[in-house]
Structures are given as C-alpha cells and as structure tokens.
C-alpha cells in the first residue's frame, strides 16, 4: 500500500471512531492520587479546627483568670486584679475568717455596727444541732 491511496468511507469513518474513543484514556482521573488528597486534606481540616478550639479555650481561661483575680485591699493598682476579684475574696473572708474580715478596709464612711461573726463551718454545725432538737 502507498500512502498516497485514497481511504474508502468506511476507513475514513473508523479512523475517527478510534480517535473519539483515543480520548477516553486522557480524560481518566488519578484514583488513588485524589484518594490521598482528601485523606490528607480532611486531616489537616481536622487538626486546624482542633487547634483553633484550643486556642481559643485557652484564651477564654486566661480572660477569665485575669477577670477574677483580686488585688490587695490596700489599693495597690501595680499587680493585675479586678473589682469583681476584690469583691469574691471579701466574701470568701467573710465566710471562713470572720475576725479577719472585720478588720477589712470600709468602703463606706459611715460606722457600721458589728454583728457577731462566726466561720461559716461553725454557723453549719450550730444549724444542724438546732435542727436535732
């Protein structure tokens, strides 16, 4: 056969359907390489949103640490603390040292009276032997 012959119809018509069907082969995609693409990529999602939570957990402890933490009576504004710091450590004071609770600074400027004071742990155990009578 020369190469200069002329193809029949029929010739002409298969040569195109092999070359359609040629690009079948170009268009397949990677299994496996997509496979580990999502493996990998749903990995790393994983381990971002868990180090975001923990970031921020950790920044929401420390807000609230700094938040409650108490200052000296005394007024000393040098080291880190809150009212709302002051105002828990006065109570948990009063609670459990009452002799040293009324030695406390006053906030106000009118003497208040003195009522008797004892321990929280004390007023429980007065209540339950009340109670048992």
């Known amino acids: 056969m020369s190469t200069h012959e002329e ?6 018509q298969h040569a195109a359907e092999r070359d359609a069907q040629s690009n ?3 268009d397949d995609i990677n299994i496996p390489l997509v496979a580990v693409s999502v ?3 749903g990995v790393l999602l994983a381990v971002t949103i868990a180090a975001l939570q923990a ?3 950790h920044q929401q402890a420390s ?3 700094e938040q409650t933490l ?11 603390g809150t009212d709302l710091g002051i105002l828990w450590k006065m109570q948990r004071m009063e609670l459990h040292d009452p002799a040293r609770a009324a030695t406390r600074p006053s906030t106000s400027t009118q003497p208040a009276a003195t009522p ?3 321990p929280i742990d004390e007023a429980i ?5 009340d109670g048992e009578k």
């Open 7 to 12: 193809k029949t119809p029929a010739e002409l």
């Open 24 to 26: 079948i082969n170009m």
């Open 39 to 41: 493996v990998f990529f």
């Open 55 to 57: 970031w921020f957990y």
């Open 63 to 65: 807000l609230r640490q």
């Open 70 to 80: 108490a200052r000296d009576f005394a007024g000393d504004d040098t080291t880190k």
């Open 116 to 118: 008797k004071r004892i």
């Open 125 to 129: 155990a007065a209540l339950v032997r």
